[in-house]
């Protein structure tokens, strides 16, 4: 175990930290000490003998998983969580048939349930639905705050886009229909003048309605906001776009848990 995640744990539980691994090393994987993943973390649950047949164990695995599921989704079918517990356990013991190994596949769900770090959820179809608790309460505060957003009345004229920067017909239909609502989303592949829409057009119509001193433009990454910042300053808006963490100012994280000065 490198000496950065002993530090970690010895910082976190004092000297309480060996007897606590000792008793349950998945709690490393939990409070995400740096340098624990599932592996390490199971590696050392087995070299110290304890039980391998342990729901918990299988529930954590199941766990592990969908938190670490990479495809963008809150949601995944119950087959996700199956495959995550196989793969991290492995439920083909001797003896165990199909049947009890499904019943396994589903006590471990159902403790993760119970125990609050999974959440299910039932479709009008009848079909199930399991999230990672952390992923699935996110979920429900964005949606919260996007409703909050569209009872708002929309900030921006529509009227006046044409006289702001070249656009074709189609950009301009685009632009306007984006500003006739509080809360804007424009997709669409690269290349398709996503940029020149956002910065030339709607920036600059909100700096002439707003003033520079009231506008803000952050990005989810560094590379991203370095990109939009460049595309604003060849067209005369000398504004600097920062990351979203950088704008919201991060005070603190633990455990997956971001605190933020605004």
Known sequence: IPRGTIEACIKLWGPNAPSRIRRDPYTMLVNEIPGIGWKRADALYRDLGLPLTRLKRKMIAAWNGLREERAGN???????????????????????DDDERERNYARAVDLGIRAGWLVRNIDPA?????????????????????????????????????????????????????????????AGSPGTGKTTYAVASIIKRALAQFGQGNIAVCAPTGKAAVRITDAMHSIGIGIKATTIHS????????????????
């Not at 995944?76 to 013991?93: H, Q, S």
């Open 74 to 96: 809150t949601w995944e079918v119950i087959e996700v969580a199956r495959k995550a517990i196989r793969e991290g356990v492995g439920l083909f013991i001797c003896g165990v």
């Open 126 to 186: 009848g079909g199930e639905w399991i999230a990672e608790h952390g992923k699935a309460l996110a979920e429900a505060r964005l949606a919260f705050h996007v409703q909050r957003i569209m009872k708002h009345s929309p900030l921006l004229p529509i009227a006046g886009y044409s006289d702001t920067v070249k656009l074709s017909e189609h950009q301009l239909s685009a632009v306007m229909s984006l500003v006739r609502h509080p809360l804007m989303i424009l």
């Open 247 to 262: 704008l919201l100012g991060v005070a603190s994280c633990h455990g997956g848990e971001f605190q933020f000065q605004h």
